[in-house]
């Protein structure tokens, strides 16, 4: 019986040790624009404007001005995200923002932040995005489309793909 005793309270330590939930989850992706920072700023500065070179946005709308409030992002999958304004920084040409509601069809993440900062590089600009979330389905065993893998797949496609949308439409001269 004493031992029973002992081995209970090391097994219940241990099941409690395995069930902590999700951890936080980072990505970054970056790209070189031929471009001054200043003329990327003009087209990626404007926070609801994100619609004009991100090609996975159908419709990209804001309420308040264009470096505060809010956005409604709508993506060509259906899902729709709502975005708020955290920080934004004109002269750093930076602002971060975070994500409402999620939607799963949209992003499958249950959370995010980021920030997107504008910087000299050379005779361009280098454009960095960042951003920290937490997986689709925050249980213990989320199912595979839900996990960190999926959620850091799909960012990781969001900003790459949007960064690349953005220097087509600075480079090109013309938004999608």
């Keep these: 019986m004493r031992l029973s ?17 999700p951890t936080p989850q980072k990505v970054s992706q970056s790209i070189t624009i031929k471009a001054s920072p200043d003329a990327v700023w003009k087209v990626a500065g404007d926070f609801a404007g994100i619609g004009k070179w991100h090609p996975a946005i159908e419709r990209a709308e804001g309420s308040g001005s264009k470096d505060a409030g809010s956005r409604t992002l709508t993506f060509k999958n259906g899902g729709k995200i709502e975005e708020s304004l955290d920080e934004y920084k004109a002269d750093a040409r930076s602002y971060s923002y975070r994500m409402g509601e999620p939607d799963l069809k949209a992003l499958p993440v249950s ?29 213990n065993e989320p199912p595979e489309n839900l996990s960190d893998e999926a959620g850091k797949a799909a960012m990781n496609t969001y900003f790459s793909e949007g960064l690349k949308g953005l220097k087509a439409a600075v480079e090109g001269g013309k938004a999608k």
């Design 111 to 139: 959370s995010y932040s980021a920030t997107f900062t504008v910087s000299p590089e050379g005779d361009g600009a280098k454009v960095e995005w960042m951003g920290r979330f937490y997986r689709g389905d925050t249980g």
């Design 5 to 21: 005793l002992l081995v209970l309270p090391l097994a219940l330590a241990a099941t409690a040790a395995l069930a902590h939930g």
